[in-house]
Protein backbone atom coordinates (compact mmCIF):
# COMPACT_ATOMS: atom_id res chain seq x y z
CA UNK A 1 0.00 0.00 0.00
CA UNK A 2 2.72 2.29 1.07
CA UNK A 3 4.43 2.03 -2.76
CA UNK A 4 0.79 2.68 -4.01
CA UNK A 5 -0.11 5.81 -2.45
CA UNK A 6 4.10 7.11 -3.42
CA UNK A 7 3.65 6.05 -7.20
CA UNK A 8 -0.19 7.88 -6.95
CA UNK A 9 1.67 10.88 -5.69
CA UNK A 10 4.61 10.79 -8.50
CA UNK A 11 1.76 10.13 -11.13
CA UNK A 12 -0.65 13.05 -9.70
CA UNK A 13 1.97 15.42 -8.25
CA UNK A 14 0.52 18.35 -10.58
CA UNK A 15 -2.97 18.22 -9.37
CA UNK A 16 -2.04 17.14 -5.35
CA UNK A 17 -0.07 20.47 -6.18
CA UNK A 18 -2.89 22.13 -7.07
CA UNK A 19 -5.55 20.97 -4.21
CA UNK A 20 -2.81 22.00 -1.70
CA UNK A 21 -2.59 25.57 -3.13
CA UNK A 22 -6.22 25.78 -3.25
CA UNK A 23 -6.25 24.61 1.03
CA UNK A 24 -4.00 27.06 1.33
CA UNK A 25 -5.44 29.96 -0.22
CA UNK A 26 -8.95 29.04 1.73
CA UNK A 27 -7.13 28.74 4.79
CA UNK A 28 -5.22 32.41 4.33
CA UNK A 29 -8.63 33.53 3.15
CA UNK A 30 -11.15 32.59 5.85
CA UNK A 31 -8.89 33.45 8.47
CA UNK A 32 -7.53 37.00 7.06
CA UNK A 33 -10.65 37.83 5.53
CA UNK A 34 -13.61 36.53 8.27
CA UNK A 35 -12.27 36.43 11.54
CA UNK A 36 -9.21 38.88 11.56
CA UNK A 37 -11.37 41.57 10.06
CA UNK A 38 -12.64 41.60 13.05
CA UNK A 39 -10.56 41.85 15.16
CA UNK A 40 -7.70 44.67 14.03
CA UNK A 41 -8.13 48.34 15.40
CA UNK A 42 -6.04 51.23 14.87
CA UNK A 43 -5.48 53.18 18.23
CA UNK A 44 -4.91 56.80 18.95
CA UNK A 45 -3.60 58.46 22.20
CA UNK A 46 -5.20 62.05 23.03
CA UNK A 47 -5.33 63.68 26.15
CA UNK A 48 -9.00 65.18 26.19
CA UNK A 49 -10.51 67.77 28.90
CA UNK A 50 -13.73 65.57 27.88
CA UNK A 51 -14.14 61.82 27.95
CA UNK A 52 -14.20 61.10 24.31
CA UNK A 53 -17.30 58.40 25.17
CA UNK A 54 -19.37 61.64 25.46
CA UNK A 55 -19.71 62.84 22.46
CA UNK A 56 -18.56 60.24 19.94
CA UNK A 57 -21.34 59.54 18.76
CA UNK A 58 -23.21 59.61 14.53
CA UNK A 59 -24.58 62.63 15.63
CA UNK A 60 -21.19 64.02 16.38
CA UNK A 61 -19.71 62.91 13.65
CA UNK A 62 -22.67 63.83 11.36
CA UNK A 63 -22.22 67.66 12.73
CA UNK A 64 -18.92 67.56 11.99
CA UNK A 65 -18.96 66.97 8.57
CA UNK A 66 -21.81 69.49 8.31
CA UNK A 67 -19.75 71.96 9.82
CA UNK A 68 -16.55 70.71 7.56
CA UNK A 69 -19.03 71.61 4.80
CA UNK A 70 -20.04 74.58 5.58
CA UNK A 71 -16.71 75.79 6.47
CA UNK A 72 -15.34 74.59 2.73
CA UNK A 73 -18.27 76.75 0.94
CA UNK A 74 -17.29 79.77 2.90
CA UNK A 75 -13.40 79.98 2.46
CA UNK A 76 -11.57 83.27 2.83
CA UNK A 77 -8.48 84.99 1.17
CA UNK A 78 -5.98 82.34 2.09
CA UNK A 79 -7.83 79.58 3.92
CA UNK A 80 -7.32 75.94 2.67
CA UNK A 81 -10.11 73.61 1.67
CA UNK A 82 -10.51 70.48 4.32
CA UNK A 83 -10.35 67.41 2.07
CA UNK A 84 -12.20 64.44 4.18
CA UNK A 85 -13.29 61.42 3.03
CA UNK A 86 -16.53 60.10 3.59
CA UNK A 87 -17.59 56.66 5.59
CA UNK A 88 -20.92 54.37 5.43
CA UNK A 89 -21.80 53.66 8.68
CA UNK A 90 -20.84 56.00 11.54
CA UNK A 91 -23.01 54.36 13.74
CA UNK A 92 -21.32 50.62 13.15
CA UNK A 93 -17.87 52.96 13.49
CA UNK A 94 -18.86 54.29 16.51
CA UNK A 95 -20.55 51.65 18.12
CA UNK A 96 -17.35 49.24 17.61
CA UNK A 97 -14.66 51.73 18.91
CA UNK A 98 -13.27 50.94 22.00
CA UNK A 99 -12.57 54.44 24.26
CA UNK A 100 -10.35 53.60 27.57
CA UNK A 101 -8.83 55.87 29.87
CA UNK A 102 -5.28 55.13 30.87
CA UNK A 103 -4.34 58.23 33.24
CA UNK A 104 -5.58 61.96 34.02
CA UNK A 105 -7.48 63.09 31.04
CA UNK A 106 -5.72 60.53 29.02
CA UNK A 107 -7.47 58.60 26.74
CA UNK A 108 -6.61 55.57 24.06
CA UNK A 109 -9.36 55.16 20.89
CA UNK A 110 -9.40 52.05 18.85
CA UNK A 111 -11.21 52.85 15.27
CA UNK A 112 -12.08 49.41 13.45
CA UNK A 113 -9.70 48.69 10.84
CA UNK A 114 -12.17 47.51 8.95
CA UNK A 115 -13.84 51.23 8.20
CA UNK A 116 -10.42 52.28 6.57
CA UNK A 117 -9.41 50.01 4.96
CA UNK A 118 -5.98 50.25 2.53
CA UNK A 119 -6.82 51.51 -1.04
CA UNK A 120 -5.35 52.47 -4.43
CA UNK A 121 -5.38 54.52 -7.24
CA UNK A 122 -7.10 53.05 -10.24
CA UNK A 123 -5.28 55.16 -12.22
CA UNK A 124 -1.63 55.47 -11.08
CA UNK A 125 -1.71 52.24 -8.81
CA UNK A 126 -0.46 54.42 -5.72
CA UNK A 127 -1.29 52.69 -2.64
CA UNK A 128 -3.71 54.84 0.16
CA UNK A 129 -2.73 53.23 3.66
CA UNK A 130 -5.28 52.55 5.86
CA UNK A 131 -3.57 53.79 8.79
CA UNK A 132 -2.77 57.39 7.39
CA UNK A 133 -6.57 57.68 5.99
CA UNK A 134 -7.92 56.65 9.45
CA UNK A 135 -5.31 59.22 11.07
CA UNK A 136 -6.26 62.12 8.85
CA UNK A 137 -10.19 61.09 9.52
CA UNK A 138 -10.14 61.10 13.22
CA UNK A 139 -7.47 63.67 14.03
CA UNK A 140 -9.78 66.35 11.40
CA UNK A 141 -12.93 65.20 13.01
CA UNK A 142 -11.75 65.81 16.71
CA UNK A 143 -9.80 69.22 15.96
CA UNK A 144 -12.52 70.48 14.15
CA UNK A 145 -14.71 72.14 16.84
CA UNK A 146 -16.47 74.77 15.64
CA UNK A 147 -18.12 75.48 19.17
CA UNK A 148 -14.89 74.24 21.25
CA UNK A 149 -16.76 72.45 23.67
CA UNK A 150 -13.43 70.28 24.23
CA UNK A 151 -10.10 70.43 23.47
CA UNK A 152 -8.21 67.51 22.49
CA UNK A 153 -4.27 67.13 21.98
CA UNK A 154 -3.06 63.97 19.94
CA UNK A 155 -0.12 62.15 21.48
CA UNK A 156 1.64 60.49 19.24
CA UNK A 157 0.90 59.15 15.55
CA UNK A 158 -1.84 55.96 15.68
CA UNK A 159 -0.26 52.43 15.10
CA UNK A 160 -2.25 49.25 14.17
CA UNK A 161 -2.67 46.48 17.00
CA UNK A 162 -4.49 43.28 16.96
CA UNK A 163 -6.62 41.87 19.49
CA UNK A 164 -7.24 38.10 18.94
CA UNK A 165 -5.43 37.98 15.97
CA UNK A 166 -4.78 34.73 14.20
CA UNK A 167 -1.72 34.06 11.86
CA UNK A 168 -3.63 33.68 8.32
CA UNK A 169 0.15 31.48 6.86
CA UNK A 170 -0.36 28.89 9.75
CA UNK A 171 -4.18 28.38 9.27
CA UNK A 172 -3.58 28.07 5.22
CA UNK A 173 -0.87 25.21 6.08
CA UNK A 174 -3.26 23.30 8.54
CA UNK A 175 -5.64 23.17 5.78
CA UNK A 176 -2.78 22.17 3.62
CA UNK A 177 -1.98 19.41 5.56
CA UNK A 178 -5.60 18.82 6.08
CA UNK A 179 -5.78 18.28 1.80
CA UNK A 180 -2.76 16.08 2.32
CA UNK A 181 -4.27 13.85 4.92
CA UNK A 182 -7.62 13.17 2.85
CA UNK A 183 -5.45 12.62 -0.14
CA UNK A 184 -3.49 10.40 1.42
CA UNK A 185 -6.61 8.28 2.22
CA UNK A 186 -8.11 8.46 -1.73
CA UNK A 187 -4.37 7.01 -2.64
CA UNK A 188 -5.04 4.14 -0.31
CA UNK A 189 -8.31 3.44 -0.82
CA UNK A 190 -8.21 3.27 -5.01
CA UNK A 191 -7.77 0.54 -6.95
CA UNK A 192 -4.04 -0.36 -8.16
CA UNK A 193 -5.83 -2.37 -10.98
CA UNK A 194 -7.91 0.50 -12.42
CA UNK A 195 -4.94 2.83 -11.87
CA UNK A 196 -2.48 0.88 -13.90
CA UNK A 197 -4.99 0.04 -16.81
CA UNK A 198 -5.86 3.76 -17.00
CA UNK A 199 -1.60 4.79 -17.38
CA UNK A 200 -0.63 2.26 -20.19
CA UNK A 201 -4.23 3.04 -22.15
CA UNK A 202 -3.59 6.84 -22.55
CA UNK A 203 0.17 6.71 -23.80
CA UNK A 204 0.19 6.84 -27.13
CA UNK A 205 4.30 6.21 -27.64
CA UNK A 206 7.29 7.51 -26.05
CA UNK A 207 7.76 10.52 -28.51
CA UNK A 208 4.12 12.00 -28.31
CA UNK A 209 1.86 11.39 -25.48
CA UNK A 210 -2.00 12.58 -25.58
CA UNK A 211 -2.16 13.36 -21.74
CA UNK A 212 1.00 13.95 -19.12
CA UNK A 213 -0.83 11.64 -16.68
CA UNK A 214 1.64 8.39 -17.57
CA UNK A 215 4.33 7.26 -15.75
CA UNK A 216 7.02 6.91 -18.60
CA UNK A 217 6.13 11.14 -19.37
CA UNK A 218 7.44 11.85 -16.24
CA UNK A 219 10.10 9.28 -16.39
CA UNK A 220 11.17 10.85 -19.33
CA UNK A 221 10.86 14.85 -18.08
CA UNK A 222 13.00 13.81 -14.86
CA UNK A 223 15.62 12.55 -16.82
CA UNK A 224 16.56 16.22 -18.12
CA UNK A 225 19.09 16.88 -16.09
CA UNK A 226 21.13 13.91 -16.68
CA UNK A 227 23.75 14.61 -19.53
CA UNK A 228 26.24 17.49 -19.04
CA UNK A 229 24.71 18.31 -23.39
CA UNK A 230 21.15 19.14 -21.83
CA UNK A 231 22.77 20.81 -18.42
CA UNK A 232 24.41 23.52 -21.19
CA UNK A 233 21.38 23.67 -23.43
CA UNK A 234 19.35 24.40 -20.06
CA UNK A 235 21.52 27.33 -18.84
CA UNK A 236 21.75 28.29 -22.19
CA UNK A 237 18.49 29.01 -22.73
CA UNK A 238 18.41 30.45 -19.19
CA UNK A 239 20.41 33.01 -19.85
CA UNK A 240 18.56 33.84 -22.66
CA UNK A 241 15.21 34.35 -20.61
CA UNK A 242 16.76 36.18 -17.82
CA UNK A 243 17.95 38.71 -20.23
CA UNK A 244 14.64 39.17 -21.76
CA UNK A 245 13.76 40.08 -18.44
CA UNK A 246 15.25 43.21 -19.23
CA UNK A 247 12.44 44.19 -21.65
CA UNK A 248 9.17 45.36 -20.79
CA UNK A 249 6.34 46.76 -22.91
CA UNK A 250 4.26 49.92 -20.81
CA UNK A 251 0.92 48.22 -20.96
CA UNK A 252 -0.83 50.89 -19.94
CA UNK A 253 -2.58 49.80 -16.75
CA UNK A 254 -0.57 50.74 -13.44
CA UNK A 255 2.89 49.45 -13.20
CA UNK A 256 2.16 46.35 -14.78
CA UNK A 257 4.04 45.93 -18.15
CA UNK A 258 4.33 43.07 -20.79
CA UNK A 259 7.28 40.93 -20.63
CA UNK A 260 8.80 38.80 -23.97
CA UNK A 261 10.19 36.06 -21.49
CA UNK A 262 7.15 33.76 -21.31
CA UNK A 263 8.54 32.96 -25.20
CA UNK A 264 11.66 31.89 -24.31
CA UNK A 265 10.23 30.10 -21.01
CA UNK A 266 8.15 28.31 -23.10
CA UNK A 267 10.71 27.15 -25.65
CA UNK A 268 12.84 25.81 -22.47
CA UNK A 269 9.50 23.95 -21.03
CA UNK A 270 8.70 22.25 -24.62
CA UNK A 271 12.53 20.50 -24.66
CA UNK A 272 12.94 20.07 -21.35
CA UNK A 273 9.88 19.85 -19.95
CA UNK A 274 8.08 20.71 -16.60
CA UNK A 275 10.22 19.42 -13.73
CA UNK A 276 13.22 21.27 -15.60
CA UNK A 277 9.82 24.40 -15.94
CA UNK A 278 8.96 23.92 -12.29
CA UNK A 279 13.42 24.67 -11.17
CA UNK A 280 13.62 27.28 -14.12
CA UNK A 281 10.71 29.27 -12.56
CA UNK A 282 11.61 29.27 -9.40
CA UNK A 283 15.62 30.27 -10.15
CA UNK A 284 14.20 33.09 -12.73
CA UNK A 285 12.64 34.58 -9.49
CA UNK A 286 15.00 34.16 -7.09
CA UNK A 287 18.02 35.49 -9.71
CA UNK A 288 15.96 37.85 -11.02
CA UNK A 289 14.56 39.73 -7.57
CA UNK A 290 18.56 39.88 -6.49
CA UNK A 291 20.00 41.20 -10.22
CA UNK A 292 16.76 43.45 -11.03
CA UNK A 293 14.60 44.42 -8.41
CA UNK A 294 17.07 44.60 -5.07
CA UNK A 295 15.22 48.20 -3.59
CA UNK A 296 11.65 45.78 -3.83
CA UNK A 297 10.56 43.32 -1.39
CA UNK A 298 11.22 40.14 -2.25
CA UNK A 299 7.85 37.84 -1.51
CA UNK A 300 7.77 33.92 -1.88
CA UNK A 301 4.71 34.46 -3.60
CA UNK A 302 5.83 35.41 -6.76
CA UNK A 303 8.21 32.74 -6.74
CA UNK A 304 4.95 30.36 -6.62
CA UNK A 305 3.28 31.81 -9.94
CA UNK A 306 6.63 31.30 -12.02
CA UNK A 307 7.06 27.62 -10.88
CA UNK A 308 3.31 27.04 -12.02
CA UNK A 309 3.77 28.72 -15.31
CA UNK A 310 6.62 26.81 -15.83
CA UNK A 311 4.55 23.59 -14.73
CA UNK A 312 1.88 24.28 -17.10
CA UNK A 313 3.95 25.54 -20.10
CA UNK A 314 5.96 22.18 -19.77
CA UNK A 315 2.45 20.48 -19.68
CA UNK A 316 1.22 21.24 -22.24
CA UNK A 317 4.31 21.19 -24.54
CA UNK A 318 6.55 18.87 -23.45
CA UNK A 319 6.53 15.53 -25.79
CA UNK A 320 2.86 16.41 -27.01
CA UNK A 321 1.18 17.43 -30.49
CA UNK A 322 1.31 21.42 -29.83
CA UNK A 323 -1.64 22.87 -30.75
CA UNK A 324 -2.84 26.68 -30.73
CA UNK A 325 -5.46 25.70 -28.48
CA UNK A 326 -2.78 24.13 -26.22
CA UNK A 327 -1.43 27.75 -26.35
CA UNK A 328 -4.20 29.00 -25.64
CA UNK A 329 -5.23 27.00 -22.58
CA UNK A 330 -1.56 27.81 -21.38
CA UNK A 331 -1.78 31.45 -21.72
CA UNK A 332 -5.57 31.19 -19.80
CA UNK A 333 -4.14 29.15 -17.18
CA UNK A 334 -1.52 31.68 -16.34
CA UNK A 335 -3.11 34.87 -17.55
CA UNK A 336 -6.12 34.43 -15.47
CA UNK A 337 -5.11 32.02 -12.49
CA UNK A 338 -1.64 32.75 -12.09
CA UNK A 339 -1.59 36.62 -13.03
CA UNK A 340 -5.12 37.51 -12.09
CA UNK A 341 -6.00 35.51 -9.04
CA UNK A 342 -2.47 34.63 -7.30
CA UNK A 343 -0.79 37.88 -8.35
CA UNK A 344 -3.99 39.56 -6.63
CA UNK A 345 -4.11 37.68 -3.79
CA UNK A 346 0.04 37.91 -3.49
CA UNK A 347 -0.26 41.62 -3.79
CA UNK A 348 -3.45 41.91 -0.81
CA UNK A 349 -1.03 40.03 1.64
CA UNK A 350 2.10 42.18 0.20
CA UNK A 351 0.36 45.21 1.14
CA UNK A 352 -1.67 44.36 3.78
CA UNK A 353 -4.80 44.77 1.61
CA UNK A 354 -8.73 43.93 2.90
CA UNK A 355 -10.81 41.94 0.51
CA UNK A 356 -12.42 44.89 -1.01
CA UNK A 357 -9.48 46.73 -2.21
CA UNK A 358 -8.03 43.45 -3.51
CA UNK A 359 -11.01 42.70 -5.83
CA UNK A 360 -11.05 46.47 -6.90
CA UNK A 361 -6.99 45.64 -7.86
CA UNK A 362 -8.33 42.16 -9.72
CA UNK A 363 -11.00 43.68 -11.37
CA UNK A 364 -10.02 47.18 -12.67
CA UNK A 365 -5.93 46.57 -12.83
CA UNK A 366 -4.88 42.92 -13.55
CA UNK A 367 -7.72 41.55 -15.22
CA UNK A 368 -8.11 44.27 -17.88
CA UNK A 369 -4.74 43.80 -18.73
CA UNK A 370 -4.52 39.91 -18.85
CA UNK A 371 -7.90 39.62 -20.88
CA UNK A 372 -6.91 42.26 -23.15
CA UNK A 373 -3.63 40.51 -24.62
CA UNK A 374 -4.64 37.18 -23.66
CA UNK A 375 -5.50 36.49 -27.40
CA UNK A 376 -2.42 38.22 -28.75
CA UNK A 377 -0.42 36.31 -26.85
CA UNK A 378 -1.80 32.82 -27.32
CA UNK A 379 -1.19 33.79 -31.29
CA UNK A 380 2.32 35.42 -30.62
CA UNK A 381 3.24 32.22 -28.52
CA UNK A 382 2.11 29.32 -31.26
CA UNK A 383 3.58 31.28 -34.36
CA UNK A 384 6.97 31.24 -32.33
CA UNK A 385 6.86 27.50 -31.16
CA UNK A 386 5.87 26.40 -34.70
CA UNK A 387 9.05 28.27 -35.93
CA UNK A 388 11.46 27.11 -33.66
CA UNK A 389 10.13 23.59 -33.54
CA UNK A 390 12.09 22.81 -37.07
CA UNK A 391 15.35 23.98 -36.57
CA UNK A 392 15.03 22.35 -33.31
CA UNK A 393 13.82 19.04 -34.46
CA UNK A 394 17.00 19.08 -37.55
CA UNK A 395 19.52 19.92 -34.48
CA UNK A 396 18.02 17.33 -32.63
CA UNK A 397 17.16 18.95 -29.76
CA UNK A 398 13.58 17.70 -29.58
CA UNK A 399 11.97 14.69 -31.55
CA UNK A 400 11.35 14.98 -34.89
CA UNK A 401 7.61 14.19 -34.55
CA UNK A 402 7.16 16.29 -31.84
CA UNK A 403 8.68 19.26 -34.90
CA UNK A 404 5.93 18.02 -37.34
CA UNK A 405 3.30 18.07 -35.09
CA UNK A 406 2.61 21.76 -34.18
CA UNK A 407 -0.70 22.50 -36.46
CA UNK A 408 -3.35 24.93 -35.64
CA UNK A 409 -6.05 21.80 -34.11
Not at 64 to 77: F, G, H, P, R, V
Not at 230 to 239: D, W
Not at 344 to 359: P, Q, R, V
Request: glycine share 6%.
Amino acid sequence: MKNRIIKSFWVYKAIVLMFLLVGFLVGFFVTEYVFNENFSYYRFEITSNTNPKEFMNEDFFTKTLEDISTYNSNLEEGQSKISIANIENYAKMTKKAKIKEIGDNVYTISIQRKFFPTTFKTSSGELNEGLARCSKYIKTILTFDSTDSFEITFNNDPIAIYVGHLNPYLFGLLMMVVILIFIIILFAIGSKETEDKFLIDIADNEFIFKTPFHKKYWTFASKEFSTVKKLCGISVTFALMFICKLVVIPSGFANLGIGITYLVFSIIAMIYGPICGITIGFLSDILGYFVFQSSEVFFLGYTVNAMLSGLMYGLCFYKTKVTFTKCLYARLFVNLFVNVFLGSIWWAMLYDLNFEAMMTYMLFISLPKNLIYLIPQSIILYVILKAVARPLSACGIIDQKIGENITLI
